[in-house]
Nanobody, 120 residues
Framework: HVQLVESGGGLVQAGGSLRLSCVVS????????MAWYRQTPRDEREFVAR???????DYGDSVRGRFTISRGNEENAVYLQMNNLKPEDTGVYYC??????????????WGEGTQVTVSS
């Protein structure tokens, strides 16, 4: 059973930094995609960043230049370094992955989310 466990959220002042982590575990054969989304009080779930492989990365317009997504050496971990945080970055951040398993093939999973709160 594939599980995603996020950590690293918290409360920070505007201009500060946080680093989120997500570890994927369970019976998967290959990880195809790892990404971060967020749910803010104002909007629907918003795309933040993604890595379709181990090198290339895409970012949402609102975070480009401030956030950096990276993969761990273990390849089953993904990180989101968030710098120069703004109050509008406040929300629940979700890890999202596409993995290939022997039983279900290509399947998408979501983590349970970690709260990020940026005070002004």
């Amino acid at each position: 059973h594939v599980q995603l466990v996020e950590s690293g959220g918290g409360l920070v002042q505007a201009g500060g930094s946080l680093r989120l982590s997500c570890v994927v575990s369970g019976g998967f054969f290959r990880i195809n995609l790892m990404a971060w989304y967020r749910q803010t009080p104002r909007d629907e779930r918003e795309f933040v960043a993604r890595m379709p492989g181990i090198r290339d990365a895409d970012y949402g317009d609102s975070v480009r230049g401030r956030f950096t997504i990276s993969r761990g050496n273990e390849e089953n971990a993904v990180y989101l370094q968030m710098n120069n945080l703004k109050p509008e970055d406040t929300g629940v951040y979700y890890c999202h992955t596409n993995v290939w398993t022997m039983s279900t093939g290509s399947t998408y999973y979501w983590g349970e989310g970690t709260q990020v709160t940026v005070s002004s």
